[in-house]
């Protein structure tokens, strides 16, 4: 009989400490003043019980969670609900913001995420990822493209990743009118959320401050909740994020329980106000008001004379010798009405070396219009002319140069307009979207044939000199079309160019630039290294990688003498893709780049390799010349070393990038003649 009391009293003893525990999880804050919450980044309790998880700057994330864990001892058991108003209030003078996230986390340490879409929640190698163990129900207030957003103003629901497994528009359900009713997140009035689980079913519902619970949930989702925390123990919390899109974010007030029955609803009539952030609109006394008039008209003063100055100044250079390229030579005041004035709108690049703005010309004719400014007249006349000479040649896979303009101290270059830009953009930036292998090798075939004609077809041989991805244009039907011929070289057949100074791109320049100059074997060279750098991904130097990776000459020979040639090709390539055509193409690239000048192909055997009608020659990874990187050397210095050289460029949609430094010794700059 003993015993079995004390069997008895055991048991109850158990179930008062269940209960305990489960009564530790069952919270409710009108107004945040305890001390129950863990905060972290730009998140706090504000003096009169707002919790702020984010305070108008941006780029910052902030998190709270309430300190002790949710724990269940099996699936079944593990059930919730909880209520809580948010605020999402727009900063002045800025569009919108990124949103908020009622969170449940396997972790309350969240701080190895990063900000702006990822709402403090992820990083790009956490993102998507089964190990993250965080499920969360987003009010997301930006469309992002990446995470596949319905809208600017959507509820989800988000597993391990931004991706929801279901969303929709923001919205409660009315049960005067029978239908949902749209709401603004970003609206900046107080919002109430109830998320609810039990039987592996998620309800979430919304409905404006001080309206009823609605009957029926906005998102109802059947998921297994204790599949994602293994552990069986749950922190729950908020997180908030800004980027360039800021907006103020704030938690009124928080009930929870583990039964649906037993949760307090949370008063609305007690909870904190939301802060304003009106703009100051307080008005300035009237002595300041008139200083700043005073301050205004002499300053509108100087700005007249400064620009009646510079317009005397600046005015368009006409010489006699420029007559006989009459048709090629534009006026000034027809590219700036073309141009809007160069207003800011069309700016198209911008660069070391100019700027590039998009026109239209009263024919309707859309052009590219490059300022390129210089401070040397000697050697003018016949950079002139060779542009107006690359004017003349004709070749579907050119950017068309039309003509040009003068001015004191400027050179206005006027090319035919690309609507898709640069290919650089479709390789490196991540928002434009990666190109397909088939893409890629229709426009590595369409600058092959650019190349040939320059060296075989036109009536004299021009060398292109700069060759890769950022001066590929791409047309209205995505065709290549090779730009960029501020530093083009023009001699006739047969006979050897000039020589002045080794011009280029780091990565792309040939080893013997330095000791024997340009010739069409240099630009087979440059055209090698745009080859790898199309079907890789990454350009030919990147300095911040690891000695082994850094040069990509050098590693894709690498590659190829580990029997894994394939593996240098660009993973985020889209669509179907050739392996025999991919290792051809990278074989290319490297026969293209060897060191040994005689023993590279001319450009018109690069294209019959390329369309192949014409097969490769037998080389290997251990043949002479390939796979060999040498950083160009001039005089005792390196051009690796060299980052601060003086330039100059007449290019076209120059995208200028930290890794794509350009050197050039040109006329304009030194004077030399060319």
């Known amino acids: 009989m003993a015993q079995g009391l004390h069997l008895i009293w055991i048991i109850f003893c158990v179930h008062l400490i269940c209960i305990s525990s489960q009564q530790e999880t069952e919270f409710i804050y009108n107004g945040f003043r305890q001390e129950d919450l863990s905060t972290d980044g730009v998140a706090r309790i504000l003096p009169k019980g707002q919790l702020q998880l984010t305070d108008g700057s941006g780029q910052k994330m902030g998190h709270a969670f309430f300190k002790k864990p949710l724990e269940f001892t099996s699936p079944e058991s593990l059930s919730f609900s909880t209520q809580f108003v948010c605020a999402l209030v727009r900063k002045p003078r800025f569009d919108g913001g990124h949103g908020i996230a009622f969170v449940l986390s396997a972790s309350m340490d969240l701080t190895h995420a990063e900000a702006t879409q990822f709402l403090g929640l992820f990083n790009i190698s956490t993102q ?17 493209a990446e995470f596949d957003d319905i809208d600017a103003n959507h509820v989800g629901i988000d597993v391990n990743g931004l991706t929801s497994i279901v969303s929709a528009p923001a919205a409660y359900f009315s049960d005067i009118e029978g239908k949902n009713e749209n709401i603004t997140l970003l609206s900046g009035d107080p919002i109430q959320v109830w998320v609810e689980y ?14 009823q619970k609605p009957s029926q949930p906005l998102l109802s989702r059947s998921i297994n909740l204790s599949e994602s ?31 649906k029955a037993s949760m307090q609803a949370l008063d609305v009539t007690k909870l904190p106000r939301v802060p304003s952030h009106r703009a100051n609109s307080k008005r300035p006394p009237p002595l300041l008001i008139v200083l700043l008039i005073l301050l205004g008209v ?9 620009y009646l100055y510079r317009r005397w100044k600046y005015a368009e250079v006409r010489e006699e010798w420029e007559k006989e390229y009459g048709p090629h030579r534009f006026s000034y005041k027809a590219l700036y009405n073309a141009t809007n004035g160069f207003h800011k709108d069309g700016l198209l690049g911008k660069g070391g070396f100019g700027e590039v703005y998009k026109g239209t010309l009263p024919s309707n004719e859309q052009v590219a219009v490059k300022r390129v400014s210089h401070d040397a007249e000697e050697g003018m006349k016949q950079f002139v002319a060779e542009i107006v000479s690359m004017g003349n040649l004709k070749h579907k896979n050119m950017v ?27 390789l490196f930036h991540e928002e434009k ?7 890629r090798l229709i426009i590595i075939k369409d600058i092959a044939s650019a190349l040939s004609y320059m060296h075989t077809g036109a009536p004299q041989v021009v060398l292109h000199r ?20 501020g530093m083009a070289r023009f001699h006739d057949h047969g006979a050897n160019p000039a020589t002045t100074a080794a011009v280029g791109t780091i990565g792309y320049m040939a080893p013997e630039l330095a000791t024997m100059g340009a010739c069409t074997a240099t630009d087979v060279y440059g055209f090698g290294a745009f080859l790898l750098e199309v079907t890789c991904g990454r350009r030919p130097v990147e300095p911040e990688l690891p000695a082994e990776r850094r040069y990509l000459i050098q590693w894709v020979c690498q590659c190829w003498k580990m029997a894994s040639l394939l593996g240098a090709r660009d993973p985020r390539m889209r669509g179907e893709i050739s392996a025999e055509e991919v290792e051809m193409v990278l074989k290319l690239g490297l026969l293209c780049t060897n060191a040994v000048t005689e023993l590279r192909p001319s450009m018109e055997e690069v294209v019959e390799y390329l369309n192949e009608s014409l097969k490769l020659p037998d080389i290997s990874p251990n043949s002479p010349g390939i796979g060999t990187f040498t950083p160009l050397m001039i005089g005792s210095n390196s051009l690796l070393a060299s980052p601060t050289t003086k330039t100059v460029s007449a290019s076209f949609y120059s995208s200028s990038s930290a890794n794509d430094s350009t050197f050039v010794t040109h006329s304009i700059v030194h004077g030399h003649g060319r």
């Open 128 to 144: 998507g990822s089964s190990s993250s163990h965080l499920v969360a129900v987003e009010l997301d207030t930006a469309h992002s």
């Open 433 to 439: 979207p990666p190109f397909s292998w088939r893409r």
């Open 229 to 259: 925390f293994p552990d069986r123990k749950i922190f729950l919390g908020f997180s908030g994020a800004t980027g360039t899109l800021i907006s103020y974010q704030y938690i009124l007030g928080w009930s929870f329980s583990r039964k």
């Open 198 to 211: 039990g039987g592996n079913l998620l309800n979430v519902s919304l409905a404006p401050h001080k309206t």
């Open 298 to 306: 002499i300053v509108f003063l100087a700005l007249g004379a400064a």
């Open 466 to 485: 700069d060759i890769k991805a950022s001066n590929v244009m791409l047309d209205a039907e995505f065709n290549g079309r090779l730009g960029d011929f």
């Open 400 to 426: 068309p140069l039309l003509g040009y303009c003068r001015r004191k101290g400027e050179l206005l270059l006027v090319s035919e307009y690309m609507p898709n830009g640069s290919l650089d953009q479709y």
